[in-house]
T-cell receptor, first 116, second 112 residues
């Protein structure tokens, strides 16, 4: 498997524009996580899905952020409108959670977002 | 809520030294603990996963231990090399879940 695939790798956008980040999890994994990494706060969980259903979105900072998982092989994280303080690296991760807790998370290469 | 602390925050050592990186967590009712490596500008690479029933896990020059009762894990790197230079992150789920909570990491530089 090619691992968790994220696109784009880099995104530069102007304040107020809509930004969509994409993630393809590892085939067969049924849990998907979106994290944000900044120098100030480190890695923070934004939202996670299990079997395509959002389980906990309490980490989503504002209503400007939304995430979807229309099927088991694709997820998006959207920011609308974007602001300079959204600049960060956004990571997607997946895990083969099967009801047992001893599962390993695998991360994508991240999307570096810069909002100017 | 799980809180994860990693000490030291940064470490600079000459090649060949044996290293110990520390991770502590507040909620000991965990199912597993995972150590990651992150190179600058890159994603996270999983190094070791320790299940709650295990005391340690080994991969090559890396050895990770877990003491749930005291809320601690250590990552031991033997005979460090310049290629080991990276940030090492500890991830621990909150009690009763499998969602990793991350520490701030230890930034390691191994100089020749």
């Amino acid at each position: 498997d090619a691992g968790v695939i994220q696109s784009p790798r880099h995104e530069v956008t102007e304040m107020g524009q809509e930004v969509t980040l994409r993630c393809k999890p590892i085939s067969g994994h049924n849990s998907l996580f979106w994290y944000r990494q900044t120098m100030m706060r480190g890695l923070e969980l934004l939202i996670y899905f299990n079997n395509n259903v959002p389980i906990d979105d309490s980490g989503m900072p504002e209503d400007r952020f939304s995430a979807k998982m229309p099927n088991a092989s694709f997820s998006t994280l959207k920011i609308q409108p974007s602001e300079p303080r959204d600049s960060a690296v956004y990571f997607c991760a997946s895990s083969p959670y099967d009801g047992r807790m001893n599962t390993e998370a695998f991360f994508g290469q991240g999307t570096r977002l810069t909002v100017v | 809520k799980q809180e994860v602390t990693q000490i030291p925050a940064a470490l600079s050592v000459p090649e060949g030294e044996n290293l110990v990186l520390n991770c502590s967590f507040t909620d000991s009712a965990i199912y597993n603990l995972q150590w990651f490596r992150q190179d600058p500008g890159k994603g996270l690479t999983s190094l070791l996963l320790i299940q709650s029933s295990q005391r340690e896990q080994t991969s090559g020059r890396l050895n990770a231990s877990l003491d749930k009762s005291s809320g601690r894990s250590t990552l031991y790197i033997a005979a460090s090399q310049p290629g080991d230079s990276a940030t090492y992150l500890c991830a621990v789920p909150s009690g009763g879940s499998y969602i990793p909570t991350f520490g701030r990491g230890t930034s390691l530089i191994v100089h020749p």
